[in-house]
């Protein structure tokens, strides 16, 4: 447990003065975007089946 330099070493987590420095902040992770899995029919048959960034421009 890292503690603040200067506050009493005695914590309880519930308390309002408590801050734990082990733990920094992180972004959210950026929601990865392109990778639906598409199947392109015509008719009944299946021509085309991957990942939509793969999709060829004579199906789009």
């Known amino acids: 447990m890292l ?3 200067g506050k009493p ?3 309880s987590a519930t308390g ?3 801050g ?3 733990f920094s902040a992180q972004p959210p992770a ?3 975007r392109g990778r639906g899995f598409v199947t ?3 008719g009944d048959q299946i021509v085309w089946q991957g990942h939509e ?3 060829p ?3 789009r």
């Open 9 to 11: 070493l005695a914590f």
């Open 16 to 18: 309002d003065t408590f």
């Open 30 to 32: 950026p929601i990865a």
């Open 57 to 59: 421009e004579e199906h």
């Open 20 to 22: 734990c420095l082990n």
């Open 3 to 5: 503690m603040h330099y």
């Open 53 to 55: 960034e793969d999709l």
């Open 40 to 42: 392109v029919y015509e």
